[in-house]
T-cell receptor
């Protein structure tokens, strides 16, 4: 059973702080990793994807991948109240056709 | 219309009804997906189609029947559902189904909120 685990939260951070969201996965051969943001009552929207070990930055967002430790994280700098949402980690496991598994998501609350 | 659209956005049905959910993508993608999202559960992948061929059926009950007439359209036919099938049903598409690369990125529609009475 391929698994993707996230702390459900809620994770509360003050406005302007750095929010750190973590995700671990079970399959060492996993290849593609995605972070989606989902506002309440809305569908998931892609924030970032990462394939290689290390950091990938896009504006206020930084994804970090460590394949040896099997975790991927998302850092949100200068957190804003509009960042309050559930953040879903998705992993495409190795082998054959795309087999994507989502974590349960971490709810982030940015306090003004 | 752009992106991925879904209709209807809300659906209430009885357990003996038959209804269909429709998804259309305007992105020129070749792969389409149906997901179920229930409260406090992870997104559950139900069906996957690649170039109109079904490649995944994650042990979904037969009361859910997918149809993919072409790469742009995907349907989910519903019949004799149960109250526990009430959930948000999401459609997504991606460029292709190769491993790795930006083509794996899935784009979601707004979803259909289904309530089974």
């Amino acid at each position: 059973q391929k698994e993707v685990e996230q702390n459900s939260g809620p994770l509360s951070v003050p406005e302007g702080a750095i929010a750190s969201l973590n995700c671990t996965y079970s399959d060492r051969g996993s290849q593609s990793f995605f972070w989606y943001r989902q506002y309440s009552g809305k569908s998931p929207e892609l924030i970032m994807f990462i394939y290689s070990n290390g950091d990938k930055e896009d504006g206020r967002f930084t994804a970090q991948l460590n394949k040896a430790s099997q975790y991927v994280s998302l850092l949100i700098r200068d957190s804003q109240p509009s960042d309050s949402a559930t953040y879903l980690c998705a992993v495409i496991f190795s082998g054959g056709y795309q087999k994507v598994t989502f974590g349960t998501g971490t709810k982030l609350q940015v306090i003004p | 219309e752009t992106g991925v659209t879904q209709t209807p956005r809300h659906l209430v049905m009885g357990m003996t009804n038959k209804k269909s959910l429709k998804c259309e993508q305007h992105l020129g993608h070749n792969a389409m997906y149906w997901y179920k999202q229930s409260a406090k559960k992870p997104l559950e992948l139900m069906f996957v189609y690649n170039f109109k061929e079904q490649t995944e059926n994650n042990s979904v009950p037969s009361r859910f029947s997918p149809e993919c007439p072409n790469s742009s359209h995907l349907f989910l036919h519903l019949h004799t559902l149960q109250p526990e099938d009430s959930a948000l049903y999401l459609c997504a598409s991606s460029q292709d189904m190769t491993s790795g690369g930006a083509g794996d990125t899935q784009y979601f529609g707004p979803g259909t909120r289904l309530t089974v009475l």
